[in-house]
């Protein structure tokens, strides 16, 4: 994989992970309530399920592109479409106050945060869009879909470190209006950038 695709592919994969979703609400609220290192559990069986879902998705789908090549054109079009719509989806996306007073009555274990992932539709879009755009066709398939495991690794060590580690400073900051905006539109334009590299 050429090193200004993986970039790009770590900006979409960035987007993806570092954005509010039921993750990084559930990291949040665990990281409020029950501090960082108790909830590290919770942050690795997240990441464990999100590269489960990957491989399940890259070796599905590759099993298809290596009996049908134009395949895999289709999917870098629905791919760059797929992340256009994601874009503006994030941008326009209506204010949620985040809650983070509730707590759960103990720390969720790694299992249950694996297992979440099969429940969450942003998993499965996450892992759908990384594979439809930035896997390579032929014998570099494998190694493309290598270094986006690496890649989504990556982005969500780092991710889950930042919404556990600073969980109750970032929930606070993002319950104004104008900083919920100003955030989803930064991260919209961000992901409408991946496109443009996809194509290069």
């Given at each position: 994989?050429?090193?200004?695709?993986?970039f790009?592919?770590?900006?979409?994969?960035?987007?993806?992970a570092?954005?509010?979703?039921?993750?990084?609400?559930?990291?949040?609220t665990?990281?409020?309530?029950?501090?960082f290192?108790?909830?590290?559990?919770?942050?690795v069986?997240?990441m464990?399920?999100?590269?489960?879902?990957?491989?399940?998705?890259?070796?599905?789908?590759?099993?298809?592109?290596?009996?049908?090549?134009?395949?895999h054109?289709?999917?870098k079009?629905?791919?760059s479409l797929?992340?256009?719509?994601?874009?503006?989806?994030?941008?326009?996306?209506?204010?949620?106050?985040?809650?983070?007073?509730a707590?759960?009555?103990?720390?969720i274990?790694?299992?249950?945060?694996w297992?979440?992932?099969?429940?969450?539709?942003?998993?499965?879009?996450?892992?759908?869009?990384?594979?439809?755009?930035?896997?390579?066709?032929?014998?570099?398939?494998?190694?493309?879909?290598?270094?986006?495991s690496?890649g989504?690794?990556?982005?969500?060590?780092?991710?889950?470190?930042?919404?556990?580690?600073?969980?109750?400073?970032?929930?606070?900051?993002?319950?104004?209006?104008?900083?919920?905006?100003?955030f989803?539109?930064?991260?919209?334009?961000?992901?409408a950038?991946?496109?443009?590299?996809?194509?290069?």
């Open positions: 994989m050429e090193l200004g695709l993986f790009s592919m770590l900006g979409f994969l960035w987007v993806a570092i954005t509010p979703g039921p993750n990084n609400m559930l990291l949040t665990s990281g409020a309530n029950f501090g290192f108790r909830s590290i559990w919770l942050m069986g997240i464990l399920g999100m590269q489960s879902i990957l491989l399940l998705v890259a070796f599905g789908v590759g099993g298809l592109i290596t009996v049908y090549p134009a395949l054109l289709f999917l079009i629905a791919g797929y992340l256009l719509w994601l874009a503006w989806k994030i941008a326009t996306s209506a204010y949620e106050k985040l809650e983070t007073g707590p759960p009555p103990k720390p274990r790694l299992y249950q945060g297992l979440l992932q099969f429940l969450n539709p942003k998993a499965w879009l996450m892992g759908l869009g990384a594979v439809a755009s930035f896997s390579l066709a032929g014998a570099a398939y494998n190694h493309s879909i290598a270094g986006i690496l989504m690794f990556l982005v969500n060590l780092v991710s889950g470190i930042i919404w556990l580690g600073f969980g109750t400073v970032i929930g606070r900051l993002l319950r104004s209006k104008r900083a919920w905006y100003t989803n539109i930064a991260m919209g334009i961000l992901t950038a991946c496109v443009l590299l996809i194509w290069h």
